[in-house]
Each structure stands twice: as C-alpha cells, then as structure tokens.
C-alpha cells in the first residue's frame, strides 16, 4: 500500500491502468468520453437528413404499465371510477379491427384472434347524451331567455370537436386512448373522452359527472368579444358566428366576467 501511495502521490500512472503489486490495481476513469463527441455530431446529422422519428404511443414507450396507468388516471382527476368501465371507455371499435387483422395476418386461428374486449361504442353515446343535456339545462338556468337557437349553437361549440379534444389532451385521455392510429384522429379522441364521461355517470351518478363537466373553468371556454364593454359571446353555429348580448338574456351577467368562467 505504500508502493501506492508513492506511485499516486507523483502522478506516474498512466491513462487507463497499472498494476502496482499483487491483487491491487488502481484505474483512471476520464469522466467525458472521446467518442462522445463524433457520436453526438453524427445523430444529429441524420436526423437532419432523416427527420424526426414518428411519434410513438404511450403503449410503446418503456415503463408502461396500463393497470397502473388507468388507475393513476382516476386518481388523477380525483374521481371514482369503476376500473373495468374505465378501461373499456379507452378501447375504440378501430382498434378492435386492426388488432384482429394483424393477428389473423400472424396465422392465428379465429378463436385466437377474437379479443376479449369490449368497445366504448355504448358509453359514447350514453356520455354525449348526457353532456348534452347537462350543458343545455345549465345553458337554460342560466340564460333563462336565451332561444333555443342559442342555447343548441352553446351546447355545440362546447361539445365540438375542437373544445372536446382540448380539455381531452389536457386531462392526458389521448395516452390511455386504444386506436388504431397514432396520433389519434379528433372524431376519435372525442368519442373516447364522451365515452369517459359515460363511465363515470355510470360509476358515481349524474351528480358527480355533473361536477365533473362543470369544474373544468379553465379549460371549457366560450370565446369572447368586448364591444363597449359588453360581454358577447361567440359562437359557431349553422354555419356563422352567433353572437350573443349576455346582459339582454340575463342581468346577472352584464359585467366584464365570462360566464363560462364560472362554470
């Protein structure tokens, strides 16, 4: 050991390695490697030359585990879901068909390829419905003499395509949603997050997905335009911007204040 010392203490050793005695060996780790660098300029180059590799699904990425993953999603959004509607308001019809196609393309037999999955065509339709009708019931109690015309033109902008795949990708339902293209097209994705709402109702009761609709202030918004300082409310609807006085329809909500933002 006092051979080592001496040989450290002067600064002979080499680069790599140097037996000093029997049994002892002391190493020199650089902390930068020399290839790094070539390494390093050459990826880039050919990301350059090749693009940027297609976007992966959640599925496919390292460290997934999808019980885990729908759990932490209702834990998430602190509400209660029944896991085994959960699960089946991310599974989508095209879905279904691919995977069956690539395995009869494997040469699996029929009762290899059946999946036993159910589809979200059900709590679709059962979660629109209920949207639907809770957005109009608001729309009316709070707009009591907005016309049907305005209340139909509300509900729809709030649950289009676009409002509904927002709040979706914001709440991260695109990454647990089973389609079968990636990324998931907005007809898709929208269906699956009606189909959420639908699991949830049948999970906790329309009180709760009632709540459920009407807390997301933040994400669930109406556009708006200031003239004079009245609040109208934009929206599309038959084919035109609808705009819409809130101080004619209701005296409560003459102010500056959206009142989309107090849902």
């Keep these: 050991m006092a051979a080592c010392r001496a040989l450290v203490s002067r600064a002979v050793l080499p680069l790599h390695f140097h037996h000093v005695c029997r049994g002892v060996m002391l190493t020199h780790i650089r902390e930068k490697k020399r290839w790094m660098k070539a390494y390093t300029l050459i990826m880039e180059r050919k990301t350059k030359m090749e693009g940027p590799p297609p976007p992966k699904p959640r599925s496919q ?3 997934f585990d999808y019980h885990a993953e729908v759990e932490a999603f209702s834990a998430r959004l602190q509400e209660s879901f029944s896991v085994e509607l959960l699960k089946t308001a991310f599974v989508n019809t095209c879905y279904l ?5 690539r395995r009869r393309a494997l040469g699996l037999d029929l009762e290899t390829t059946t999946l036993n999955l159910k589809d979200n065509g059900k709590l679709c339709v059962h979660g629109q ?3 639907k009708g809770f957005l109009s019931d608001w729309c009316r109690g709070s707009f009591p003499s907005l016309p049907e015309e305005g209340v139909a033109a509300v509900v729809g902008h709030l649950t289009g395509a ?3 795949c927002h709040v979706a990708q914001n709440l991260a339902v695109e990454d647990l949603t089973m ?8 007809e898709t994705l929208q269906g699956t997050f009606f189909a959420v709402i639908g699991a949830l109702e049948q999970s906790s009761g329309p009180v709760r997905a009632g709540l459920f609709i009407r807390v997301r202030q933040d994400l669930w918004k109406v556009p708006t335009i200031h003239r004079n300082k009245r609040v109208c409310v934009c929206v599309w609807g038959g ?3 609808v705009l819409f006085h809130l101080h004619l329809f209701n005296p409560l909500f003459s102010s500056r204040q959206l009142p989309a933002a107090k849902l």
């Design 129 to 131: 419905q209920f949207t």
């Design 61 to 63: 990425q390292p460290n």
């Design 239 to 241: 084919g035109c911007y």
């Design 179 to 186: 389609s079968a293209e990636f990324p998931v097209p907005d």
């Design 97 to 101: 068909r691919s995977e069956e196609e």
């Design 162 to 164: 676009e409002v509904m």
